[in-house]
């Protein structure tokens, strides 16, 4: 069946490093590729999203490229700040699955100043 | 911000009684979500509306019900709760299927 793994966390950085939050997923179909940030106390948002394979979804100063090759969905940020200490959560939908929302565990992330 | 109210935001009940959560958007969206949120077990899918009067079951759906009897109400009722069914509940839409879901701010119920 359809899976998405995430790297574990928590990551911890400091102000200004650069992020990478692996994702890579297992599908039987072409599915689309999400990126959901969660701040303390807050319910999810949408971050970015790529529904093709070599798009590239951006937002924030986040980006993700969809890599069909690798089955990957890697979340990179050049230069990270203490806002953005959240958990991070890798999804994928596909028709082949109702298009349900398949999740990641989250990656929880804390920038240190 | 999508057009989501998740009520109540709290509750705290005893084991055995009904318990009812709402979602009511504003967004006029086909799909909306229920969802749990639990330390070690992320976002798990407990039930989901395609339409009014249209829903289906997600992963963890035993012990819940739910409702949809107008396109901006959900209804999630816990028929008789146990404390296992404590955890902060997410309401989502979307307005096909494939698109990205919106989430509510979330309600944490305690089953004591």
């Known amino acids: 069946g359809n899976s998405v793994t995430q790297m574990e966390g928590p990551v911890t950085l400091s102000e200004e490093a650069f992020l990478t939050i692996n994702c890579t997923y297992t599908a039987t179909g072409y599915p689309s590729l999400f990126w959901y940030v969660q701040y303390p106390g807050e319910g999810l948002q949408l971050l970015l999203k790529a529904t093709k394979a070599d798009d590239k979804g951006s937002n924030k100063g986040f980006e993700a490229t969809y890599r069909k090759e690798t089955t990957s969905f890697h979340l990179e940020k050049g230069s990270v700040q203490v806002s953005d200490s959240a958990v991070y959560f890798c999804a994928l939908s596909e028709r082949d699955s109702n298009y349900q929302l398949i999740w990641g565990a989250g990656t929880k992330l804390i920038i240190k100043p | 911000d999508a057009g989501i109210t998740q009520s109540p935001r709290h509750k705290v009940t005893e084991t055995g009684t009904p318990v009812t959560l709402r979602c009511h958007q504003t967004e006029n969206h086909r799909y909306m979500y229920w969802y749990r949120q639990d330390p070690g077990h992320g976002l798990r899918l407990i039930h989901y509306s395609y339409g009014v009067k249209d829903t289906d079951k997600g992963e963890v759906s035993d012990g819940y019900s739910v409702s949809r009897s107008k396109t901006e109400d959900f209804l999630l009722t816990l028929e008789s709760a146990t404390s296992s069914q404590t955890s902060v509940y997410f309401c989502?839409?979307?307005?096909?299927?494939?698109?990205?879901?919106?989430f509510g701010d979330g309600t944490r119920l305690s089953i004591l």
């Open positions: 989502a839409i979307s307005a096909a299927g494939g698109q990205p879901q919106h």
